[in-house]
């Protein structure tokens, strides 16, 4: 059976490029959840978490999350890199019907690419992006690890080389084709 999968990871390690081409690969509709977010509030990140804070953010980023994860069609996600930090979002995470794909790489690795944007306020405050990075990744990697139902490591896939996003989101396709057909296998035995 066809699930949604959802793509966690820090800032920097791909999880929109690459969800935007599995969603392709796997013929299912790609939303960007920080994209939806703004769309809904009608403001940047950056925009919410200068005049609400970034608990305000978290709010609505629970309330985008609970709507994409709620619906009956199968899509790929890419979550914001923070979608981790609440104990409610983790518990939509753990539902069998959904496949959570952690993309990790180190804090050398995500530095090195990110950028600062105006849904970053993160990476805003001063602070070298690789501090700031490694910081994150101390505090969450555990979490990603709790939900996470596929990790792929990304940095192999760069330094093999050429067309490193397009073979990350080939390879997760068939962690993803192979995990759901397990299940199915599963749910015809029960059944
Ligand atoms: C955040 C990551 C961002 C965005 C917001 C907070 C985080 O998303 O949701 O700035 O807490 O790590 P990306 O991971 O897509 O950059």
């Known amino acids: 059976m066809s699930s949604t999968v959802i793509l966690v ?3 920097g390690s791909g999880k929109t490029t690459v969800g935007r081409r599995l969603g392709t690969i796997l013929g299912r509709r790609f ?12 403001r940047t990140i950056g925009e919410i978490f200068e005049s609400e804070g970034e608990a305000a953010f978290r709010d609505l980023e629970t309330s985008v999350l609970t709507k994409l994860l709620g619906s009956s069609t199968p899509m790929v996600v890419a979550s914001g890199g923070g979608v981790v930090l609440r104990s409610a979002n983790r518990e939509l995470l753990a539902s069998e ?9 180190s804090p050398e690795f995500l ?40 990790i792929v490591s990304v940095e192999p896939y760069h330094r093999r080389g050429e ?6 989101a080939e390879r997760i396709a068939e962690l993803v084709r192979a995990r759901e057909r397990a299940s199915s296998a599963t749910g015809a035995e029960r059944g």
């Open 163 to 168: 067309r490193p996003k397009v073979a990350l």
């Open 9 to 11: 990871g820090l800032m």
């Open 31 to 42: 939303v960007d959840a920080d994209h939806a977010l703004e769309d809904q509030a009608g």
């Open 111 to 150: 530095s090195s690419r990110v950028e600062s944007t105006p849904r970053r306020p993160l990476l805003a405050g001063g602070r070298s992006p690789h501090e700031v990075l490694r910081q994150l990744r101390a505090e969450r990697a555990p979490l990603y690890a709790a939900v996470a139902d596929v």
């Open 97 to 105: 019907d959904i496949t959570v794909v952690w993309l990790d790489a």
